[in-house]
């Protein structure tokens, strides 16, 4: 068990229905324990529907769980009012979804300050730098002025990833973010969040349904019917990296 100084994020007994009150209420996540350490790079698998979504969405601050705690950095949530968790996942959450999200009417580059403008405002040089610098690390520095739909589904991908990390957050949470990739595509895809989680230092929880890209990661939580029913170090001498 980490110490609390090394934990990214911390749940306990985290439960979330949809339709609370209505006729049609259903509880999806049926009070979840988890512990994210600050360099953790863990797949979150488990069946269509067992509430994968739903779970990065509460944890990324996109939605609210219905009780328990969650704490991120080691502040409990649950209190804050929407101006305090639209603050807290400006500076600590990056989030990577399965279709990308990206606006066509603007630049690479541009795309990757969107964050950095939705906080901040028009981006000045160091901001612009930054995005550049990004760009570069995803490997794609040369196409800083390309809009996104003239590049390859694997490129627009990687644009994401840099968007993700503009913010220097602290978790970076994807949702089947190789989901509409080939196999071939998606490995590399694997190795950036890899590569990101080594060199800028941040927690990574990717949500896949591939079992060769999760045996690459260094855990594997199994979500099955809103329950977590397994949470296991990956023995990586034997996951297999697909191309
Ligand atoms: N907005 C919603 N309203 C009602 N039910 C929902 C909503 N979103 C998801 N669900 C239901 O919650 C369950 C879990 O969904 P989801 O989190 O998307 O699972 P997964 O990502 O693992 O496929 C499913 O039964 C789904 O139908
Ligand atoms: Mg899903």
Not at 13 to 40: A, C, F, M, Q, W
Not at 59 to 70: A, H, K, Q, V, Y
Request: aromatic letters at 4%; charged letters at 20%.
């Amino acid at each position: 068990m980490s110490d609390t100084v090394d934990q990214v994020l911390r749940l306990e007994g985290l439960r979330k229905s949809y339709n609370l009150g209505l006729p049609n209420e259903v509880e999806v996540l049926h009070g979840l324990d988890l512990t994210i350490g600050r360099n953790d790079f863990a797949a979150l698998i488990g069946p269509s529907g067992s509430g994968k979504s739903t779970l990065l969405n509460v944890i990324g601050l996109l939605d609210r769980p219905t009780s328990g705690e969650l704490f991120l950095l080691g502040q409990a949530t649950s209190g804050m009012d929407d101006t305090g968790r639209t603050a807290l996942r400006g500076s600590s959450i990056g989030f990577v979804f399965q279709f990308h999200h990206l606006i066509n009417a603007f630049t690479a580059i541009d795309n990757v300050l969107m964050p950095w403008m939705l906080t901040q405002g028009k981006p000045d040089r160091r901001a612009r730098d930054k995005a550049r610098t990004l760009l570069a690390a995803v490997g794609l520095e040369k196409y800083a002025d390309t809009k996104p739909n003239q590049l390859s589904g694997g490129q627009q991908q990687r644009i994401a990833i840099a968007r993700a990390l503009i913010t220097e957050p602290a978790l970076l949470l994807a949702d089947e973010p190789t989901g509409n990739l080939d196999s071939q595509t998606a490995a590399e895809v694997f190795e950036l969040f890899r590569r990101v989680q080594q060199e800028r230092g941040c927690a990574v929880l990717l949500v896949t349904h591939d079992p060769r890209l999760s045996a690459t990661c260094d855990r594997t939580i199994n979500l099955v019917d809103g329950r977590i029913v397994s949470d296991t170090v990956n023995n990586r001498d034997e996951a297999v990296i697909p191309h």
